[in-house]
Structures are given as structure tokens and as C-alpha cells.
């Protein structure tokens, strides 16, 4: 019988991506993923260390599950294998394991194609396994491809790990310094998700515009030039990208916004602060008035472009007027989505050794002024749409019967009355409603156009 793996993932979508190869790893040791971690042979919480906030949540997790092991040990159900993975463990091994001693292993983001080992180890007896070595190669040569039916939308991991070091974020820590994958390699991987019947991609990375490879002409490449040649694969419909640095948007990549009609119209563009004096203490290496220039050109380039972008409110040091420049920056763009957060102090970056850190109560107030903004913005970008006639990629069973649910090429949720067969299929529909988080619309066109894809409605 197949042991039962659960694996929770937190934070970004690189974990998410990890999480998928953790259990291609460990599939031919007969392990199947399960949804539920009562009675699992193995759990892996995969880990966020991202704000304090993401880190504190593992530790109530790991009590949680130390009475499922418990449970399942004295039922005579066999044991349970409990181990963290991910930026948590990469950051705080050894004291993950004084915290939580019954914890079995502990590994870091770079380590996942050693798991086999690690399970071997940790089931002989005697102590935890504690694995948070950077990689003399790279995990990605060693990860197994992915077997089975792939999701209509599907994560491809091109790039990982970050040499930009903001003052504030942990990840140039955990993730390590940036590294590329060979174009060859992706383009081999997303051929195999298409084969599987994947129709979108979405290409990974911390600083995933830093990309730079060995293309597949023997010379350097950068991720325009990436994306143009992921185009070129047949079947393959929608590539999108993220997460990105405004310094690394080059004239190459806003240009293939305006040339690759499969590259969809919607940016994860994180800015963070619309203060120049905030952003010079953060290390971002640009201005507000860079970032809107770069946004300029995306629009110029792709007119019906929409942004979303990340922000953090309180750093140290932000004044009210450097919170009001953010707003006026926010006002500016004229976001679609953006995820705002309070600034979290993270040991052993130089942000958290900086003298006036904010109260806790300015970052709530602010956050809350912030968050009406964007959120007043997000609604109006929905709005927008009212009436519009665009594709939609379905990719799954709506929450009530008779629907179907799948993505507007600027990342919005759709929902449809129709057959489930419209899953893995895009068709062109009409926007009926507009709700808080969704947009409902009806088919308007459902013509098969096999031979010429570009005007394909329903494939
Ligand atoms: N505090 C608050 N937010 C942070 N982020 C990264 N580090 C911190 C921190 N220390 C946010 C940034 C980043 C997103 C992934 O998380 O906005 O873009
Ligand atoms: Fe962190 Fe992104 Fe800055 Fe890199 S570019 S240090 S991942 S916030």
C-alpha cells in the first residue's frame, strides 16, 4: 500500500513549484500525496520565512502535528515522519530542532533532490537529519521529470535565489545568490507540461527578469528573448512571469510585452514604496519616478497591460510624507491587484539593525489607508471589464454545480455557466457581472478553429 505524504506549503509560488517536485521525488518510494495530515506516513511543512508572521505559524503548526504523531504512533499505526522544509528551515535548522525535537528532518530550498537520502537516514534510528547545505550543483539537474496528467495553468521554475539584497528581505539569505537555468532545460520541461496538457505557464523566480542563460543557439539569453522562444511552442497559449524587479526590465522584455501575443497583458511589477528616500534605504537601486518611467514604456508597448505590485508600509524611518508619496504613486499606476504588507523586522538583515523602526500602530493605520486605496482601485480594474469579450482558460469545476471557472488574461477568476468539459479549454466569453473577486460571463463564442490557433475561440 502507498504511504500517505501531506505536504503543506506557505509563502510564495516558488514553494508551491517545490512543493510538486518534493513529491515527484519522492513518488518511486512509494509515497502518494494525501489531503490531510491525520494518520500520513509523512508530513513536510515547506516554509515561509518571508515575515515573522509566516515563521511564527510553523511553530503552532509543528504542536499541532506532534499530537497527530503521537496519535498515530500509539494507535500502532506505524510512525509518522514529520519535517520541515523550505526558507524556515534553511534560516533556523538547529533551532527548529531544539524547539520542536520531534521533528525528523530539517532541509533547505537547495536540497530536495538529496530527499531519497534524508528519508533513509531518518529512518534508522537515532536523531534528526539536518540537511541546509547550499549546492555545489544545481538541484535542478538532479529533480525527476514530472509524471502524470499536468494542470491546464502550471508553475515553471527558471531562476532562483536573489543578488539584490533589499535591506529588508531575507531572501538573498535562504534562497542564495541568483541562479539561471540553460534555456534547452526549460524549454525542455515546458514541452513535456504542454504534452501533458498544460496550455498556460508561468515562469518562476525570485528575481525571475535577472534570468540569463545559455540559449538555445549557444548564446547568452535574457528572459525577453526566453519568452519569445517559449512562444513558439504549439499549444502552448498563455506564458506569463513573476516576480520582478523593476531594474531588470529591459528594453528586450518590455518589447516582447508589445510583440508576443501569447505573453498576457498583466505584470507583477513590485515597487514597494513610492518614497525615493524610502526606496534608497530599502537598496531597490531605483527611483519612483524610474518606476513609473518603466511603466510608461510597458503601457506604451501593451496598451491594455494591467499591474499589480507589492508594497511595505512602516519601514524604518517612513514619515508621513514618504507614506503619502506611496499613495500618490499608487494613484499614479493605477493598480489591478497588489499585496501590501506591514515591514517585519527579519534577524540578520540590515533593515532590522536600522534606528526607528515604525510603531505598531502607525503600520496598522497605514496599512489600513493603503489597503482602502488599492483595494478601490482593484474594484474599479474589475469594473472595467463589465460587457468585455476576451478568452478564458478554464481549469475547474466552478463552487456550484453547472459551473466552470478559469482565468481573464489579466489573472481575474472567471465563472461561467457551462459544461465541464470547457476544462483545459479557453474560450472566448462575455462578461455579464462583476463581483468583489470574480467576474461572471457567458460563453459568446464557441466555434473549433483547429488550423489557425492565434484565432482559435475553443480549443
Ligand atoms: N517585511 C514586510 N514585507 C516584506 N516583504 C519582503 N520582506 C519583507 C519584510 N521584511 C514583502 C515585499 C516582497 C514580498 C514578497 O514580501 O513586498 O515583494
Ligand atoms: Fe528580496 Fe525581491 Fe529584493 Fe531580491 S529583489 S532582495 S527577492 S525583495
Redesign the pocket.
Known sequence: MAKKLFIKTYGCQMNVYDSARMADVLQPLGYAPTDSPDGADMVILNTCHIREKASEKVYSELGRLRRLKDAKESAGDGRMTIAVAGCVAQAEGEEILARAPYVDMVFGPQTYHRLPEMVAQASRAGGAVLDVEFPVEAKFDHLPDHEGPGATSAFLSIQEG?D???TF?V??YTRGSEYSRDAAAIEAEARKLVTSGTREITLLG??VNAWHGAGTNGKDWRLGRLVRHLAEIDGLDRIRYT?S?PRDMDDELIEAHGAVDKLMPYLHLPVQSGSDRILAAMNRQHTADDYLRIVERLRAARPDLALSSDFIVGFPGETDADFAATLRLISEVGYAGAYSFKYSARPGTPAAEMENQAAESVRDERLAGLQQLLGEQEAAFHHTKQGAVFPVLFEKPGRKPGQVAGRSPWMQAVVVEAPESLIGRMAECRIVGVAAHSLHGEVAVTNVDHETPAKRVCA
Open positions: 536573489c539584490r539584497f533589499c528581505c531572501v538573498p525570485q528575481n516576480t524587479h
